[in-house]
């Protein structure tokens, strides 16, 4: 394990680009998925042609998506962290539009009928009432997105795109398997701590979620004793 310890800061930096990468493409994921996923859910004509056609992205060989986006766009270069990006963001993309929409499947229609009652407008009710109570499915969907994006981002290295994929091929090639094994236990511990992240911040923006979860406890709890 010496290798590890000669090499923190190449792991640390790799990291923190790896980072970078994984986030915006999450981001730029996630921003693409609401209104695909609210038109999946408000149009129940082109709902499963939408949550199929999404999802069928994430079928896609990544290698081969690295490869054909930039060809078929001409927009940047196959070797560009903008590549990797936009192929990250298409895979979120696939996992989040089913999130979205079953999400607002689960709003309850009576708190829908009570929002329109008060005028609250189309928009005003999806920002204030739909969006938030539809937050903990979204943000399980979000949950599965990262960890996948945080994993798929190695393979970039493939096209000779920098990140902690470099230590998978690089140790492959020479044989250094604690730097194999370093690059494995930072896309784990980088997947952790983002799920740690998003589930601190969903308690924090979704406080509702407690209370119900409290009170579901309360109620087991006094069913069990009568």
């Not at 056609?53 to 990544?62: A, E, K």
């Not at 406890?217 to 009568?226: E, S």
């Amino acid at each position: 394990m010496n290798w590890v310890g000669n090499n923190l800061d190449l792991i640390g930096q790799l990291t923190l680009v790896h980072l970078r990468q994984s986030l915006i493409a999450l981001v730029v994921g996630f921003v693409i998925s609401i209104p695909l996923g609210w038109v999946a859910w408000r149009y129940r004509l082109v709902r499963s042609g939408v949550i199929t056609i999404t999802g069928l992205l994430y079928t896609i060989p990544s290698l081969a998506l690295l490869i054909l986006v930039p060809v078929v766009t001409g927009w940047y270069s196959i070797v560009s962290e903008t590549n990797l990006i936009v192929a990250l963001a298409i895979y979120a993309v696939a996992i989040l539009v089913r999130a979205v929409a079953d999400g607002l499947d689960s709003v309850d229609a009576g708190v829908r009928q009570a929002s329109t009652a008060i005028g609250y407008g189309s928009f005003r009710r999806f920002r204030a009432v739909e969006f938030p109570l539809a937050g903990p499915v979204v943000l399980a969907g979000l949950r599965v997105a990262s960890a996948s994006t945080i994993a798929l981002a190695t393979v970039g290295i493939l096209v000779g795109i920098q990140n902690i994929g470099y230590l998978f091929t690089n140790g492959l090639q020479r044989r250094i398997i604690p730097e194999v094994f370093a690059g494995v236990v930072a896309v784990v511990v980088l997947a952790l701590v983002i799920d740690l992240i998003l589930v601190l911040a969903g308690r924090l923006l979704m406080p509702w979620t407690r209370a119900t979860k409290t009170v579901s406890r309360q109620a087991n709890r006094t069913l069990v004793k009568a």
